[in-house]
Nanobody, 118 residues
């Protein structure tokens, strides 16, 4: 089992920045890729950014050039640096940990709210 705890969300004005963190605990050795998802009110869940255990990253077109995903494997922590925030970035952000190779499971955090005011 892996537990994920997100932090760093909040209210920010358009053009501002936030840094989300996701601390993993438990059987973290099983984790390979880690992702950030978001769900805005009335919208489908969206994959925002993904990073492999080796550090290769991919981004949704909507956040490319503004968001940066990173991870510190020694600290078992995932990050999402969000710059130039827009009102359409308002959503609940979730981190995930892929443990499918060992446990056939993907673990989710409880989410953190990000609200961008115009």
């Amino acid at each position: 089992q892996v537990q994920l705890l997100e932090s760093g969300g909040g209210l920010v004005q358009a053009g501002g920045s936030l840094r989300l963190s996701c601390a993993a605990s438990g059987d973290t050795i099983c984790i390979s890729a880690m992702d950030w998802y978001r769900r805005a009110p009335g919208k489908e869940r969206e994959l925002v950014a993904a990073i492999t255990s080796g550090g290769s990253a991919n981004y949704a077109d909507s956040v490319k050039g503004r968001f940066t995903i990173s991870r510190d494997n020694a600290k078992n922590t995932l990050y999402l640096q969000m710059n130039s925030l827009k009102p359409e970035d308002t959503a609940v952000y979730y981190c995930t940990a892929d443990c499918t190779r060992i446990y056939s499971a993907i673990y989710w955090g409880q989410g953190t709210q990000v609200t961008v005011s115009s």
